[in-house]
């Protein structure tokens, strides 16, 4: 089964927000959490200038997730903290943008634990030279496929194949977009061990806010890579919700249809897309069903027509307009 890291990143902006990010991952289906935490100075120079942010309770969401059953990480940007980290992991996350640290390589590799390498952004060349500094760690590394943008609208899957052919690793993915379906998909398809998804959980505003998925979303993933039935499923995307309820055609009655008149195509119901929302409006496929059988209720002009409007048989005062 593939381990699912619901990223909570920067979205959050208390205490609190951290917990019930973390209550509600489990709750979608996430395997584990993870954190950020980093010293602006350390991250950007001494001469960066920048308003430094609070950072996570790491003791407190590591509690929560042990009393969840849930596993914890958290991604240090600094090899000073790598030691206080360790005290709370099983395993350390390095960013892509870390990837090339090589203090932090080396902090990550002397704590014995397995390591989660971000790749996104650096060529093979430069992949082979960050697991050449993890040294013996290499061999309990696992490489995450990432395309680093914010948020992320391409993909080339076959990197996936293509980095487990050129390291003998296994490879899973980190996503930064709002993609649901393809995204389980390329874990399903290339057996990706893990996978990292950005999540929003607490309706935050931060910087990683856009590329986020909400609490539905992030279910919806889960219970998809969790149960595998998407592969099957003909059910419709939320996404496609719009389309069924009003853009899709549907039989609309073109002018008033009293109750007991019949319904007559082309003279006072047709196929159009419909005014406002409908999610029961009979589809243009079920026209000739319609046709021909009387209002069971006055249609105004515009409405879509549904099973309940119709009559199943035409009585001898039907009236014809």
């Known amino acids: 089964m593939t381990y699912i890291i619901g990223e909570i990143g920067s979205n959050w902006a208390t205490d609190d927000d951290i917990v019930l990010s973390i209550s509600r991952a489990k709750s979608a289906g996430a395997s584990a959490v993870k954190l950020q935490l980093f010293n602006e100075i350390d991250l950007y120079g001494p001469v960066a200038n920048f308003e430094r942010r609070c950072e996570p309770n790491i003791e407190l969401a590591h509690q929560r997730c ?59 060349a430069e992949i082979h030279q960050a697991l050449d500094v993890l040294g013996p760690a290499r061999h309990r590394t696992t490489l995450l496929y990432c395309e680093s943008a914010y948020p992320s609208n391409r993909y080339m899957p076959e990197k996936l194949a293509l980095l487990e052919r050129s390291t003998g690793l296994p490879v899973g993915i980190s996503d930064h977009s709002r993609e649901v379906y393809l995204t389980a998909w390329m874990a399903d398809h290339f057996a990706a061990p893990i996978v990292e998804k950005h999540v929003n959980l607490c309706e935050a505003t931060g910087p990683d806010a856009p590329h986020s998925l909400d609490e539905e979303e992030f279910r919806e993933f889960c219970s998809y890579l969790n149960n595998r039935h998407f592969l099957v499923s003909d059910v419709l995307s939320p996404n496609e919700v719009d389309m069924v309820v009003q853009h899709n055609r549907r039989l609309v009655t073109t002018c008033d249809v009293p109750e007991g008149a019949v319904l007559v195509k082309g003279i006072n119901f047709g196929s159009y897309r419909g005014l406002t929302e409908n999610a029961h409006a009979l589809s243009p496929f079920e026209a000739g069903r319609v046709n021909g059988k009387i209002a069971a209720r006055h249609i105004k002009a515009g409405e879509a027509i549904c099973d309940g409007d119709i009559c199943a048989k035409i009585t001898a005062d039907a009236a014809f307009i």
């Open 66 to 124: 042990q009393e969840l059953g849930m596993g914890f990480l958290c991604s240090v940007f600094n090899p000073s903290l790598v030691d206080y980290v360790d005290r709370f992991v099983k395993m350390h996350k390095i960013a892509s943008a870390e990837m090339c640290d090589v203090d932090l390589l080396k902090a990550v590799a002397a704590t014995g634990k397995p390591v989660i390498l971000s790749t996104g952004g650096h060529t093979l």
